[in-house]
């Protein structure tokens, strides 16, 4: 009899402790799964990964995407907002990730997880096809540039104007649209950013924009982000194989020749970035 009464006694106790503990929660992949749906944050002023035409979305990110959806077997929706809410949008979960894309950083990646890099981001500097004065980047010396205000493109021209005498004056600008019309009225000199973007925005409009040649910045590539937690570990994880499956199959490089005029060589495993 004492046995049994120790029996239901260590039952129930059991019994109590499994009420007791949470229920496992599902990770960020599980949810987008459940839910049919990969929320993406962006800036839709960021050509060619991301920009309007006629309204409706173009560029790299939509199409590189919709390829992550049909992996994943869920739609994508995108949500457009100025660049400096993104990062706090996606610190308040309103969405899985970012398609930005971002320039990789030592600084970043203590806060955010990246995926695989898709394209190459080093800096460099966009002016007008007219203005014979600035031949090379040192030419911006004591002069107007624009950046996009909050970038690792803008930090990265901040570190390249202090290294000039006298040093250039920046402004910073909320989207790389408005930079380009200041650029195009003769409101600055020059914008530094990427090279991939500002490549696109010059094959748009030659006559008007050329890029300045070498790019000054240091070599940085742009990926993807989510929250650093281990509960979107395995969100990041299944874009990262949809990503070296597309360098496999040449999807990739076709993507880059389309959007960017050439295919890039980026890293296709975790590396430590020298910015």
Known sequence: MRLFSTLKLCLATACLVTAALPAHAEDQLAKVKKAGE????????FAPFD?????KQEGFNKEFFAEVGKALGVKVRFIDLPWPSVLPGLDAKKFD??????????ARMEHYTFTLPIA???????KRTKDTDLKKPEDIAGKAVGGGKGS???AQLRDFANTLNPKPIIKEYIDNNQAYADLAAGRIVAVGNSLTNIAYVAQQRPAMFTVVKPAFGKKVYFAYIGLKNADTKPLLD??????LAMHKDGRLAAMQKKWFGVAMDVPVAPFVPNV
Do not use: S
């Open 38 to 45: 990969l929320v993406v944050g962006t800036e839709m002023q």
């Open 51 to 55: 920009f309007l035409k006629d309204g």
């Open 97 to 106: 990730m970012v398609a930005g894309p971002l320039n990789v950083t030592k």
């Open 120 to 126: 190459d981001g080093t800096v460099a500097l966009l």
């Open 152 to 154: 690792a493109q803008l």
């Open 238 to 243: 299944a874009v990262d194989k949809v990503i």
